[in-house]
């Protein structure tokens, strides 16, 4: 599988069927050979049942939409079940829905767009953005980062680009969903935020996609930009069904006095790896990142952190809990490093596992590489069974295992759910009570 060669044919019908520049054929060529030429990963779950010869590398639009009654019935449906309608409606100031490879709806509230916010597919701001798009576009994941990065570089397609103006806050969050809906699916998502000096953000991505007989692979590239006084937050609320594999990179810069913060909830996938980061390039800037993965019966949560202190007096957090349950495998990577001229860096880590069964693990995997001695690191973590002692207090009192079990999992990942708007939290608690069914006994 290792020794498969993409072809270079498809670079140039997907360049094509979008009307690029020649500028960026030529770098989707440049990231296709180097996706060719790296390895795949030395470290995290075995990928050697992705078959790359059996992906779909684009599909064709089923078509762009102004409005949801515009949209195809079948369409319409996808995406009410999951409450986009009603959440565009009542508490989103914009929306975003892509479909396989295109982002197929797009809408920002007038108030913002009159005061120069740009929230629009990939795709469009390349075309209606482009000295903008060339200055940020692949400078924080470069086309050679890792594997997977290549990939995305050679075959994005669809994702978002955001540009918040200079003092602009935006109240209430922008929102992606982006769902698989073909077999054998290789969904390439490239997102970019450019949050200016002293504006704010609240950036929601919803994924999803059903069960097929065929395996599907994500893997998208998310660059956000936090200029001076800015601050963005990211939150990834993902479902994906374990067919799919979820290998997906996202790095933030952020400036003088910034504060960069990624939440993730990881729910579903057959593998994700997936490693959230923040380089702290200003002095005074602040990062966060906070993350709930759940794995059960044939899913693998590889997931973590990655901290980078380059200015002077940074302060980041790290906070990770997991669940194992019904032979699932969680594993949490964090890489910390601070370096030499990082002077009063701050760096506290914490990594929490809850195990539910004798058939489920977890493993914890910190590095840390520090090169000033007047950095404070802070790094704790535990690995824990299921209370029997709470358990039976709770069921001697007449509530049933099942419900006790869902009790004592939703105290555990309450640091994370508080940190989840109201209306996305209780559907990320409905996500989990399905993980957990069926796990008593």
């Known amino acids: 599988m290792q020794d498969f060669k993409l072809s270079k044919d498809i670079v140039y019908k997907v360049s094509k069927a979008k009307k690029e520049p020649k500028w960026m054929l030529d770098f989707r060529l440049k990231a296709l050979d180097a996706f060719n030429e790296k390895p795949m990963p030395k470290f995290g779950p075995d990928l050697n049942q992705l078959d790359f010869s059996k992906l779909d590398y684009y599909e064709k639009p089923v078509g762009k939409y102004s409005s949801w009654d515009e949209m195809p019935e079948d369409l319409r449906n996808v995406y009410e079940k999951i409450g986009v309608p009603e959440a565009d409606k009542n508490f989103l100031s914009g929306t975003g829905a892509m479909y396989d490879s295109e982002v197929i709806y797009n809408t920002l509230k007038t108030e913002w767009e009159e005061m120069g916010v740009i929230f629009t597919d990939i795709e469009t701001g390349l075309r209606e953005h482009p000295e903008l798009f060339k200055e940020y576009f692949s400078k924080i994941v470069p086309i050679n980062d890792n594997k997977f990065a290549s990939l995305n570089s050679a075959f994005w397609s669809g994702g978002s680009f955001i540009y918040i103006p200079k003092g602009v806050k935006i109240d209430k969050p922008l929102q992606a969903y982006f769902r698989i809906n073909t077999a054998n699916l290789g969904q390439f998502e490239r997102t970019l935020i450019i949050a200016d000096e002293d504006s704010y953000v609240h950036y929601i991505e919803g994924c999803s996609a059903p069960i097929y007989t065929e395996d599907a692979l994500h893997a998208g590239v998310i660059e956000i930009i936090v200029k001076k006084g800015a601050r963005v937050r990211y939150t990834t609320i993902q479902n994906w069904s374990t067919n799919v594999y979820n290998l997906t990179t996202q790095r933030m810069h952020v400036y003088e006095n910034g504060f960069g913060e990624w939440v993730d909830g990881n729910i579903g996938s057959k593998i994700t790896m997936k490693?959230?980061?923040?380089?702290?390039?200003?002095?005074?800037?602040?990062?966060?990142?906070?993350?709930?993965?759940?794995?059960?019966?044939?899913?693998?949560?590889?997931?973590?952190?990655?901290?980078?202190?380059?200015?002077?007096?940074?302060?980041?957090?790290?906070?990770?809990?997991?669940?194992?349950?019904?032979?699932?495998?969680?594993?949490?990577?964090?890489l910390v490093a601070v370096k030499k001229d990082a002077d009063k860096a701050k760096i506290d880590s914490t990594c929490d596992a809850l195990i539910l069964d004798g058939?489920?693990?977890?493993?914890?995997?910190?590095?840390?590489?520090?090169?000033?001695?007047?950095?404070?690191?802070?790094?704790?973590?535990?690995?824990?069974?299921?209370?029997?002692?709470?358990?039976?207090?709770?069921?001697?009192?007449?509530?049933?295992?099942?419900?006790?079990?869902?009790?004592?999992?939703?105290?555990?990942?309450?640091p994370i759910m508080k940190q989840i708007p109201l209306e996305y939290a209780v559907e990320l608690n409905r996500l989990i009570e399905l993980s957990m069914e069926g796990s008593v006994g």
Do not use: C, W
């Open 275 to 334: 490693y959230p980061s923040i380089v702290l390039l200003g002095d005074n800037s602040k990062g966060e990142t906070m993350s709930l993965s759940v794995a059960s019966k044939n899913q693998i949560q590889d997931t973590g952190a990655k901290m980078i202190h380059i200015g002077k007096n940074t302060s980041s957090q790290i906070i990770s809990k997991s669940v194992s349950l019904n032979g699932g495998e969680a594993s949490f990577r964090s």
């Open 359 to 414: 058939e489920s693990s977890s493993n914890t995997y910190p590095d840390n590489f520090i090169s000033n001695k007047k950095a404070k690191v802070n790094h704790e973590a535990s690995i824990s069974r299921l209370s029997q002692t709470k358990l039976f207090y709770l069921t001697s009192r007449g509530v049933s295992e099942e419900e006790a079990k869902a009790m004592l999992v939703n105290g555990f990942i309450e």
